[in-house]
Structure formats: structure tokens, C-alpha cells
């Protein structure tokens, strides 16, 4: 099931740390997840903007290697390439392509996003999976943004589409790293997975490094992750 948790594996979203911006207007009010998270945010990129969230996941026995290039050229929308690398296997075992826009977004602070993609299986050499998915993000208050999402995965090998949720919270204090708590879900799952981490800026840079953990009791495993995120490549 950890596969969603690499989302951006399914990043992104269904599998699936960190912030994003959606846009000049809305920056303060809905920054939030995407990365590794598996919960995403209503976020895009800053416009003519591209960035990059890379990070390593270990399940046991598994380890995993994920890059995920993302440009926002037109300023409305935002085009993310995820690579996954199996460090255990030495192969590079997926591709994926994920599309996201704001569909809808205040300067009082609610944001409403949509964001489509999938997924090619190098070691089977097939499609994997298929996902859509309607992040909303919210404010209320000055440093508490929560998160929604609801969407929908197909599993194109076992010939299965369900729906999948999830809610988070990013908190944000005056000082220190960033914190975030989440829950994601779908209907063929019995237990959600929950899973938590930490931002934090590397030195004086605009860098940032995530930690982050999800458990997942339905298949008893474990997932540490380490990303480091660069929020403007050019």
C-alpha cells in the first residue's frame, strides 16, 4: 500500500514530504504539502518557475529513491515528472507525469485544485496507475493550514478503480521547522495510514529538508523518509 505513500509516486497522490505556493495571491493562506506527503496541498509552484523535490524512502526490505522535477510555466498550472529509483534493485522501477491546476482560490484564503497523472512500471513494462485528485486548502488561523483531498485511483494491473481521501494539517510556528500530520485512506483499505514529518531550512539557503514517517498497520510496515527540496531551480 506504500505505493501510494511515493504520490508523487502518486506525489504525488493516491501513492504519496512538503510546501508549495499557489500563487502570488494566495501564498500565505494556502501553503502546504506535496513531495512525498501523502495528502497534497491546492499549491502550485511559483509562476515561470521550475523546482525540485527529491527524497529516499525505506520500507523494509526496500529502499527507494524518488526525483521529482516540477515547472509551473503558464503560472496557472504546474507539470511534475517523478522518477522512482529502486536502490535495492539498482533499476530505475517508475515513471509518472502529474498535472495540477487551481481551479479555484481567495485572497481570504481558500484554495481549490485539481491534479491528474499516472504511472509506468519499467520492471513490468506496463501502465500502473491512474489517479485523479481535488486538493482543498484552507487557513484558520495564522499558523494552521488544513488540507482535504478526494479523488479517485485506478489500479490498471489488478483492473480496480476505488476512491481515495485524505486530511492534513501543516503547522507553522514562529520559529523552527514546519510541522505536518496526516491521514490518507481509500475504499479497499480496512486502516488509514498515518503519517507525520518536519520541514526545516538547510542553513541560510532556500533549501529545505524534510523528515517524515507513516505507518501503515493494515500491512504492518513502516516508511522513514528523508527529502531535500529546492524551490526554484530557474
Sequence with gaps: MFGSFYRST????????????????????ASANGGHFLVDDAGLT?????????????????TRATVAPMCNITGASEWTLPLEYNLSNDELATIGLDYKRVLWASRSGPALAGSAGFRY???????????????????????LTLHLNGGVE?????????????????????????????????????DPIIAGGARMNVGSTRWTLDLGLARDTQLDETAYTLGINIPRLF
Design 46 to 62: 511559483p509562476p515561470q518557475t521550475c523546482a525540485l523535490d527529491t527524497w529516499i524512502t525505506r520500507v523494509d526490505p526496500t
Design 121 to 143: 512500471n519499467r520492471v513490468t513494462s506496463e501502465m500502473d496507475t491512474y489517479y485523479l485528485n481535488i486538493p482543498l486548502s484552507f487557513q484558520p488561523m495564522d499558523s
Design 10 to 29: 502518486l506525489g504525488r497522490a493516491a501513492l504519496p514530504l512538503m510546501l508549495a505556493v499557489v500563487s502570488a495571491m494566495v501564498t500565505v493562506k
Design 154 to 190: 485506478h489500479d490498471r494491473p489488478l483492473d480496480d478503480t476505488y476512491a481515495t481521501w485524505g486530511v492534513a494539517a501543516t503547522f507553522k510556528p514562529v520559529t523552527g521547522p514546519i510541522w505536518i500530520l496526516e491521514m490518507y485512506d481509500n475504499d479497499r483499505r480496512q
